[in-house]
T-cell receptor
Framework: DSGVTQTPKHLITATGQRVTLRCSPRSGDLSVYWYQQSLDQGLQFLIQYYNGEERAKGNILERFSAQQFPDLHSELNLSSLELGDSALYFC?????????????FGSGTRLTVV | AQSVAQPEDQVNVAEGNPLTVKCTYS??????LFWYVQYPNRGLQFLLK??????LVKGSYGFEAEFNKSQTSFHLKKPSALVSDSALYFC?????????????FGGGTRLMVKP
C-alpha cells in the first residue's frame, strides 16, 4: 500500500456517460496530481491541485474537470465519454517533509469505455 | 518547458548481464530526476531519485543511476539483471519544488530479461 488510495480500481461504462474517479493522498501531502496513461501515449499530466486550489494544468480536455476538497481528497470527473478516453488514470501526491522530496502514486483506476 | 526522452522502446538483456535503460532530459534550470517501474496491472513504484549531491544515485532492488549534467542524461543501470526485473520503466523530471512542479515522464522503456 503506497498510501495513495484510488477508487474504483476498475470502471466500465458506455460512450456519452459521466464518471467520477476518487483519490485520497498520503497523510499530510497537500498536492494531488492526475495522470492519464493510454496505450500509445505514455503518462500524460492532466492537472494538479495544492491545498484545494488548482496549481497547474496539462493536456486536460474540456470534458474533464477536477477538484480537491477540504479533507484533501480529489475527484476527477470525466463526461461525455468517448472510446478514446479508455485508459489508466493515476493519482499521485507529493511531499517535501524534512528534506524528503518525492511523489507517491496510487494503483490507478482502469477506465474502459464501450 | 520540460521534457524527457527515452530513446529505446524496448531493451532486451540476458539474465545475469548488466542492463542500461537510457534517459535524457531537457529543462531550463536544475532538474529533479526520478525513475519509476510499472509491473503489469500495477501502479508506478518509485526506484530512485536525484535531487542534489552525488551524481551516482543508488535505489531499490539494486538499481542505480548516474546524473550527467553535461550530457543531460540520467541512465538507469543494474550490474546483473534478473528475470523479475522485466517491466516498464519510466524516467521523469521536474524543475523545482515551486508552483507547477508536476512530473513530466518519458515514453517508457520495456525491459525484457531472458533466462
Amino acid at each position: 500500500d503506497s498510501g495513495v488510495t484510488q477508487t474504483p480500481k476498475h470502471l466500465i461504462t458506455a460512450t456519452g456517460q459521466r464518471v467520477t474517479l476518487r483519490c485520497s493522498p498520503r497523510s499530510g501531502d497537500l498536492s494531488v496530481y492526475w495522470y492519464q496513461q493510454s496505450l500509445d501515449q505514455g503518462l500524460q499530466f492532466l492537472i494538479q491541485y495544492y491545498n484545494g486550489e488548482e496549481r497547474a494544468k496539462g493536456n486536460i480536455l474540456e470534458r474533464f474537470s477536477a477538484q480537491q476538497f477540504p479533507d484533501l481528497h480529489s475527484e476527477l470527473n470525466l463526461s461525455s465519454l468517448e472510446l478514446g478516453d479508455s485508459a489508466l488514470y493515476f493519482c499521485a501526491s507529493s511531499t517535501w517533509d524534512r528534506g524528503n522530496y518525492g511523489y507517491t502514486f496510487g494503483s490507478g483506476t482502469r477506465l474502459t469505455v464501450v | 518547458a520540460q521534457s524527457v526522452a527515452q530513446p529505446e522502446d524496448q531493451v532486451n538483456v540476458a539474465e545475469g548481464n548488466p542492463l542500461t535503460v537510457k534517459c535524457t532530459y531537457s529543462v531550463s534550470g536544475n532538474p529533479y530526476l526520478f525513475w519509476y517501474v510499472q509491473y503489469p496491472n500495477r501502479g508506478l513504484q518509485f526506484l530512485l531519485k536525484y535531487i542534489t549531491g552525488d551524481n551516482l544515485v543508488k535505489g531499490s532492488y539494486g538499481f542505480e543511476a548516474e546524473f550527467n549534467k553535461s550530457q543531460t542524461s540520467f541512465h538507469l543501470k543494474k550490474p546483473s539483471a534478473l528475470v523479475s526485473d522485466s517491466a516498464l520503466y519510466f524516467c521523469a523530471v521536474t524543475l523545482s519544488r515551486g508552483a507547477g512542479n508536476m512530473l513530466t515522464f518519458g515514453g517508457g522503456t520495456r525491459l525484457m530479461v531472458k533466462p
